[in-house]
């Protein structure tokens, strides 16, 4: 039996240790991937730490794998080996489940399957994935630049092309961190007029070369009231995990505007004048399917959006996991395999 290299975590806090095992074998209706790269996100503190419902372990970590198609079992369809394929969060659907009949597939209520979490990721040579799970990577994008663009990238994308916004409207996008620094390129990308908003003067001329026409620094200025003077915006996308912040910004919402949130702080409340008087949303935004993953791919060969990446080899995973969570990371971390 053919051997790999894994990195699993065995319990609720337990280590990230690099095991060996058998590659594993796909079943019918599964392929398996050779993996290339896969990002290192925050959410995979959920496996580290045992936080999402119903963890059990050992499981393998990893949610933005890049990689290419290996061996495919019985029965799929639309898939060959040697392919170039990318797997996210969204671990694939059923497609027969009464949301999956109403297109809503991120919603499934059958297969809830969570890379990394429900079943095994990618920190490690080979994973298994469902068809419905996989993206075709571009042949301009490499593997270390597709891996983050499977988290982070669709969550950003997904969310500014389903924001409402329209081709020259004001869009914000509130952090300039692992999310931010991609949502500014996307949102200048897309043709908005577009607003970074972050602590630090230092973070302007990064602001400004990702493509915002506008930056403003959230410590010695008033989010809100510079937007206001914008004219406000048409929607604000929110990627900071800190409900003061999200606070000083919402403010700055135009008539119909929309705050839009991919970054988690329970404690945010929302203003319920301001959002009656001027019909404005509070809305949340599930990241995507493989498909918006293909498609945040394809937006990023045709237009150069590409993530800013720190790469570690997966031998150093536990130094690698380490700096994300100092979120001194410029801007996510990759780990590469050699494959
Ligand atoms: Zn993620
Ligand atoms: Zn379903």
Redesign the pocket.
Known sequence: MAKMRAVQVSRPGGPLEIVERDVPEPGPGNVRIKVQAC?I????SLTLMGEFPGQQYPRVPG??VAGVIDAVGAGVAGWKLGQRVGV??NGGYCGYCEQCRRGNFFACQTATRVTGITHDGGYADYLIAAPSALAAIPDAISAAEAAPL???GV?TFNCLRNSGARSGELVAVLGLGGLGHLGVQFAAKMGFRTVAIARGKDKEALARKLGATHFIESSSQDPSAELQKLGGASVILSTVTNAGAMKAAMGGLGVKGTFMIIGVDNTLEVPPIQLITASQSVKGWY?GTSIDSQDTLAFCAQTGVRSMNEIYPLERVAAAYEHMLSGKARFRVVLTTGN
């Open positions: 990002g996100c925050h959410s995979d949610h933005e996210g969060w499977l988290c982070a969550t990241s």
